[in-house]
């Protein structure tokens, strides 16, 4: 029983360079989260789904894109990659509560 | 306002000690309120939650004690344990919000022999 997978789990960019970060859950669950915590911040939500071809905007999602073509997947995608969005960013899914994670992917942008 | 606030942001108990970590939240509409806690290089995992229908709800060593009228929430771990060493999150949610959660700043619990 995986639950949710990140991948991958370290990554460091060029400031300007882009990527997915990939999140794969295997409970049927129908809403799915992303995350990313700095030290002393806690963790800010990104986007989320609560189904596929739904998604929204959290508390932070400026420089994010998000996609939701099945219930499985939820990738994120930094398209011009910032500094300030080095940090750690986790994935979530739930059927109502609570909310499982992955282990996160730790990301760097030089 | 959506924020829930968290403190100690560090805290240093003795093996058999209490740690208690306390959270304040101002919007009535949460109802729904987790404990999450956090191993370096995991992602955070539930430990305990409680629903503001009840004061208080114990699991093993941890507690939730939850009052309603002041609007706060704390996390009790008693005989604390190395092994109890992680950080610790508070969080809220409100009924119909796709289950979003508000997330306190984070606890470092360090549990010393």
């Known amino acids: 029983n995986a639950g949710v997978t990140q991948t991958p789990k370290f990554r460091i960019l060029k400031i300007g360079q882009s990527m997915t970060l990939q999140c794969t859950q295997d409970m049927n669950h129908n809403y799915m989260y992303w995350y990313r915590q700095d030290p002393g911040m806690g963790l800010k939500l990104i986007y989320y789904s609560v189904g596929a071809g739904i998604t929204d905007k959290g508390e932070v999602p400026n420089g994010y894109n998000v996609s939701r073509s099945t219930t499985e997947d939820f990738p994120l995608r930094l398209e011009l990659a910032a500094p300030s969005q080095t940090s750690v960013y986790f994935c979530a899914s739930s059927y109502d509560q609570p909310q499982h994670f992955g282990d996160g992917t730790r990301l760097s942008i030089l | 306002q959506q924020q829930v606030k968290q403190s100690p942001q560090s805290l240093i108990v003795q093996k058999g000690g209490i740690s208690i970590i306390n959270c304040a939240y101002e919007n009535t509409a949460f109802d729904y309120f987790p404990w999450y806690q956090q191993f370096p290089g995991k992602g955070p995992a539930l430990l305990i939650a409680i629903r503001p229908d009840v004061s208080e709800k114990k699991e093993g060593r941890f507690t939730i004690s939850f009052n309603k009228s002041a609007k706060q929430f704390s996390l009790h771990i008693m005989d604390s344990q190395p092994g109890d060493s992680a950080t610790y999150f508070c969080?809220?949610?409100?009924?119909?919000?796709?289950?979003?959660?508000?997330f306190g700043t984070g606890t470092r619990l360090q549990v010393t022999l």
């Open positions: 969080a809220a949610s409100s009924t119909g919000t796709a289950s979003k959660l508000t």
